[in-house]
Each structure stands twice: as structure tokens, then as C-alpha cells.
DNA sequence: ATCCTTTCGAGACTGTAGTTTCGAAACTAT
DNA sequence: ATAGTTTCGAAACTACAGTCTCGAAAGGAT
């Protein structure tokens, strides 16, 4: 019988995994998302279709890992002020948002989020929290050095950082070259007058905990 | 010959065209972005496939002019206030987003559109011009009003404006019943902060407290 | 060493849905 | 009227997601 979490049988090849993520990033930037096939991942990757569904339920969920994984955005480095922790901040978002293969499908991702809760659940806790924790970290430097004096809505600011760089790239088109110092700007200038303000309301959105999603989400059969 | 604009064959029957927009509207609403089938849509309406191929290229592309078409922002009527105005822009931006069956499929359309410049083409002219311009409308309502010391920078604006609610909805998931208030109060201090700053500079103000957020009275129109 | 379980690549199979083809019908021009 | 052109609905065509089976291989357990 099998000891604590030990796996009976084979082993699944770590290089297997691998294959698979490198091949949909590959073919997401020749073919794009809608010319993406499993059968050309799996063709790409040199292994069978099986190896795939066996990690990943469906093919939105297999270019899901491939795109999010590790893509989680870092804090960048205090840089000694809200203005510069802001436009260091905005950088990083238009720099993973601009990599054509992940942004292309990262849009076709969202709508398929929007009609699976399943995904979307996923896609919130891989994704949006940690960025949204990250922004809070940054928010709370600036307050700890004193250019703040208090937290503003965190929530609030989190959906305009990002969903303006979204909106700027793939709805305006727009060239993003300086549109971190543009946007740091204002949304600096923003806080710095908000802080005097009241906020709105004082409700807390409870962030559902989620227990046990098997980290590669598919249960096993 | 044919005579001037005068089509030869066949005409196309109006009644085609309706139906099939009602009928894309219909199920949207009822299957979602992700459900909907081509097939479905020609039964639905009563006409055969072809005559919705003859009208558009492809699927997204029926999607999107049923979805689009007609749904151009209205500029909300002047409210006295530039928070005010504000407030209102966001709740027609709002409930437009909120409706279920244009949201998924403005998510999964702009999946498409960043792989397909004919489509990105025929969606910037058609969607996101007018709704620019109608951004800078109620800008300059603002300057005239006296409240905005000069214009700001419309397609920055225009991004955070339109791109915050995206964000909102779509990817943090969040409720959107307070989001106009919060997103107008906060865009509305950005704007008194950012107006009376000079444009290219990175200037780094200490704590300079400014109290001037006063006239802040009127909230409704 | 020998089972047992699981993964592996390969390929066949199925159902669904986007797209195209086809004969008939509708309309204009001569 | 008749020829030419275009639209119509129905049906055929095609691609692909997803599933399954196969024989082989790689572990762990006894």
C-alpha cells in the first residue's frame, strides 16, 4: 500500500510538463490563441495528446498554466518614492502585458473566465490576488513614509492600475512607450488627494477562502 | 448595367438582417458567449446559414455587430458638476458592461481583435472613437465650467475611465453597485490634482497638503 | 524477482460546430 | 420573355476538442 501522499505507479516526467508549457507559449506566438490546437501542442512538444489531458481538463485550462504560470507580477523594489514605486509598478504591467504571445491570450482567457466559474476561481487566486496584494504592499510604503496618510481603496486602485494598461494596449491600441510616467502621474496626484477624502463606504469584501484545488486542478482519477 | 447604387439580383430582405440580431441577442442572453452556435442562431432566427455567412465573415463578426450596433455611449446629459458627470459616465459605462450577454462577448471579442486587425480596425472606428470623443466632450464641459484649468490627457482618461470598470467587473469580479461614486470621486481629484501641473515633468512635492478639494457639495444630478 | 499501478507516445474514434456548396427562388435589365 | 445576378434555406463538408485503446516503460510494494 502506498505511504503518506506517495504516488504508486510511474511517476509523471517533470519534462513532460515542461514540453507542454514551452510549446503552448511557442504556438501561442506563431498561430495565436483562436490557431491554437492540442493536437499541435502535442505534436510541438513531441509527446502524446493523452500526457496532456491528464494534467489539464480542457485546452482553455492547458494554455491557462502555460500563460499564468509564474507570471505572477513582483513588487518592484522600493525606489524611494510613491511616484517612482507607481511608474517601476506600471512598467512591470505593460512589460508582461505587452509580450504578444500571453497578451493576445490573456484577453481570449478573460472571456472564456466570464463564462466559467471554474476558471474564473482559479484565475482569481493565482492571479488577481497576489497582484492585488502586491499593490496594497506598494500603497503601504508610501503611508509608512509618510506620502500617504492613510491607505486609499485598495480595491479600486488595483482594477484602474491595471485595467488601464489593459484598456490602453487592446481596446485604444495605443503605444505604451511612456505610459507608465503618464499614468503614475496621475493616479499619484489621485491618491495624494483622495487620502484627505472619506472613503466612500466601509464595506470589506471577505475574500472567500477556497480550500484544497489540486495544484494542477484536475482531480485525480 | 447596373444604374447608380442600384443592386442587381435578388435583393436582401431587411427581415433576415433583424432576425438574426434579435436572435443573437436572445441567445446570448440565454446561453452565453461561449454557447452560442451558428446553427442555433440561423434556427433561432428561421433562415439558413448562409444568409448570415453572406453578411458576415465570420462568427465573431456577427457577434460583434449585434452586440455593438446602436450601443454606442451615450454622453450622459450635463449634470452642473464634473463629479457629477462623472458619476453618471460611469454608470452608463457600468450598465452597459452589466448586461450579460454584451459582457462575455466583449471580453471574447477583444480576444479576437488582438489577433485580427481587420476586426480591431472595424471595432476602433465603430466603438472606441465615439466613446473617446464622448470622454472629451464632458472634459471640456468641465474647463468651460471653470472647473478644469485646462484639458487633460483625454486618452489616458479615456483608458483609466473605461478600463476600471472593465477591470473591475472582469477580472477582480467585483459588484459594481458603489463603483460609479468611488471610481468618480477618485478620477475627479486626479483631475483637480493633475490640471494644475505641468505636464512633462517629474516633480516630486513632499507633503505638500493641499486642502483645495473643497466644492465637493453636489454628488446627484 | 514479480505484481500492481500509473505514465508514456501513438493513433483511432466521436460529436460538435464553423464554413461552404447547391439547387431553387426573387429580382433587374434588356 | 429571357438572361444575368444575387439571395434564400437545406444539406454537405471539414476541422478539431475531447475520449479511448493499445503496447511499452517506470516506478513502488512484497
Chains 1, 2 share one sequence.
Not at 496532456?52 to 498554466?65: L, Q, S, V
Amino acid at each position: 500500500m502506498e505511504h503518506n501522499g506517495q504516488q504508486v505507479g510511474r511517476p509523471r516526467d517533470s519534462r513532460v510538463d515542461e514540453a507542454i508549457t514551452a510549446a503552448v507559449r511557442k504556438l501561442l506566438g506563431e498561430v495565436g490563441y483562436a490557431g491554437l490546437t492540442v493536437a499541435a501542442v502535442a505534436e510541438c512538444a513531441g509527446i502524446g495528446k493523452a500526457s496532456i489531458y491528464r494534467r489539464y481538463a480542457t485546452k482553455h485550462e492547458m494554455i491557462f498554466a502555460a500563460v499564468v504560470h509564474g507570471e505572477v507580477l513582483e513588487v518592484p523594489p522600493d525606489t524611494g518614492s510613491l511616484l517612482g514605486d507607481l511608474t517601476a509598478l506600471a512598467r512591470v504591467i505593460v512589460g508582461h502585458l505587452s509580450n504578444p504571445a500571453a497578451a493576445g491570450a490573456l484577453m481570449s482567457l478573460l472571456g472564456e473566465i466570464a463564462a466559467d466559474p471554474t476558471l474564473a476561481e482559479r484565475f482569481t487566486t493565482t492571479f488577481v490576488d497576489p497582484e492585488r496584494a502586491g499593490n496594497a504592499e506598494l500603497l503601504e510604503r508610501a503611508v509608512r513614509r509618510g506620502e500617504l496618510e492613510r491607505l486609499p481603496d485598495i480595491d479600486l486602485f488595483h482594477a484602474m492600475f491595471g485595467g488601464t494598461v489593459l484598456s490602453w494596449l487592446f481596446i485604444s491600441h495605443h503605444d505604451p512607450h511612456d505610459l507608465p510616467e503618464r499614468l503614475a502621474r496621475f493616479v499619484c496626484a489621485a491618491l495624494r488627494s483622495a487620502a484627505h477624502q472619506p472613503l466612500p463606504s466601509d464595506r470589506v469584501p471577505a475574500v472567500a477562502d477556497e480550500r484544497s484545488v489540486a495544484p494542477d486542478g484536475r482531480s485525480r482519477p
